[in-house]
Nanobody, 125 residues
């Protein structure tokens, strides 16, 4: 019984920045791996970034966002962030936060048990 709420989405011009937040309630993020996924109209829900509980918070990124996006966590606040820099129109999508009760992160969306409602990110050219 984990509830996730995303926030921070909006409209931004190309090359701009946004920071998404994912706040958990019901349970803490202790020992949970957390990932960000996104879905554009007519496309599959794709992996964006993930962070493990173990290994000092090992992170993983999709090639399309590597070097531009940064995932981090503040365990005291039960919050995971996605800092998005140098945004491009192709980043436009609904962004979802997901968690699973395992320490190791994965890129596979089917391995995540809990999902937020999503937050819209729109990048204009």
């Amino acid at each position: 019984q984990v509830q996730l709420v995303e926030s921070g989405g909006g409209l931004v011009q190309a090359s701009g920045t946004l920071r998404l937040s994912c706040v958990a309630s019901g349970r803490t993020f202790s020992n949970y791996a957390v990932g960000w996924f996104r879905q554009a109209p007519g496309k599959e829900r794709d992996f964006v970034a993930a962070i493990s509980w173990q290994g000092g918070g090992t992170t993983y990124y999709a090639d399309s966002v590597k070097g531009r996006f940064t995932i981090s966590r503040d365990n005291a606040k039960n919050t995971v962030y996605l800092q998005m820099n140098s945004l491009k129109p192709e980043d436009t999508a609904v962004y979802y936060c997901a968690a699973r009760a395992r320490m190791l992160a994965t890129k596979d969306r089917n391995q995540y048990n809990y999902w937020g409602q999503g937050t819209q990110v729109t990048v204009s050219s």
